[in-house]
C-alpha cells in the first residue's frame, strides 16, 4: 500500500528554519511527482513546492522562492522541504502528496509547522 509520512514540523520565531521530511512507503519515489501543500487556518489548501524525483526538476509558489528548497533523496525514499527565513504567513499544516499514472491521489496526514513571536 502507498503511503507518505511527514515529519519535521515545529514550532519556531520569525526568520528560523525547519526541514519537512516526506518518506514514502510501499513505492519508490524515482519516478513520481512529489508536492508539499499547506493549509492555514480558514484558508484552502495551496501549493508551496514540487518535484519530479525523475529528473529533478522543481516548481514553487512565487510567496516561498528563495527562501523555501525541496529535494530529494531516492535512496532513502525521501523528499525534503528546507524552509528558511520563515515569516507568520507560513503556518498551517504541511502535507506531501503524490498520484499515480491512473488518478489515484496520495496524501500524508500532515505536519504542523507554527511561526510565531
Known amino acids: 500500500q502507498m503511503r507518505l509520512v511527514e515529519s519535521g514540523g515545529g514550532s519556531v520565531q520569525p526568520g528560523g528554519s525547519l526541514r519537512l521530511s516526506c518518506t514514502a512507503s510501499?513505492?519508490?519515489?524515482?519516478?513520481?511527482?512529489i508536492g508539499w501543500f499547506r493549509e492555514a487556518p480558514g484558508k484552502e489548501r495551496e501549493g508551496v513546492a514540487c518535484?519530479?524525483?525523475?529528473?529533478?526538476?522543481?516548481d514553487y509558489r512565487d510567496a516561498v522562492k528563495g527562501r523555501f528548497t525541496i529535494s530529494r533523496d531516492n535512496s532513502e525514499n525521501t523528499v525534503y522541504l528546507q524552509m528558511n527565513s520563515l515569516q507568520t504567513e507560513d503556518t498551517g499544516v504541511y502535507y506531501c502528496?503524490?498520484?499515480?499514472?491512473?488518478?489515484?491521489?496520495?496524501w500524508g496526514q500532515g505536519t504542523q509547522v507554527t511561526v510565531s513571536s
Open positions: 502528496r503524490t498520484s499515480t499514472d491512473n488518478g489515484q491521489v496520495y
Open positions: 518535484i519530479d524525483s525523475a529528473d529533478g526538476i522543481t
Open positions: 510501499g513505492f519508490t519515489l524515482d519516478y513520481y511527482v
